[in-house]
Structures are given as structure tokens and as C-alpha cells.
């Protein structure tokens, strides 16, 4: 099997969690977003996606 090489992901934070339900600041926080216009990468899986979903009224994302 050939090793799929792996996706990332850019992804920035542009809505401070304040003010939001507190899952949704733990899940930036998860993400390893700490301020805003601050840019992380992450790869691209499900559970990525999944976290995107849950907090895309805050974040931006580019592939």
C-alpha cells in the first residue's frame, strides 16, 4: 500500500469564543487556537472536520 500523503488544513480564528456556549471555546482551544487571527494547521481527518462544524461560525478555513 502507497502512504497517502496527508492534507493539511489552514485554519484562523476570526470570532473571539466569548460569549458562545463554553464546548465551543474548549474546542478552540483544543484546535491550539489562541488568539484572534491566529493560524494553525491541522491535518486533515473526520475529527478535524468535526471540530470545524462544531465552531464554524468562529473560524476560517483554508485547504
Given at each position: 500500500m502507497a502512504e497517502?500523503?496527508?492534507?493539511k488544513l489552514k485554519?484562523?480564528?476570526v470570532r473571539s469564543p466569548i460569549g458562545f456556549n463554553r464546548t465551543q471555546a474548549a474546542t478552540v482551544q483544543g484546535m491550539g487556537l489562541?488568539?484572534?487571527?491566529?493560524?494553525?494547521?491541522?491535518?486533515d481527518?473526520?475529527?478535524t472536520r468535526g471540530m470545524i462544524h462544531?465552531?464554524?461560525?468562529?473560524?476560517?478555513?483554508?485547504?
Open positions: 497517502q500523503a496527508t492534507k485554519i484562523t480564528l489562541r488568539k484572534i487571527r491566529h493560524t494553525v494547521e491541522l491535518p481527518t473526520p475529527e462544531k465552531v464554524r461560525h468562529l473560524v476560517e478555513v483554508v485547504e
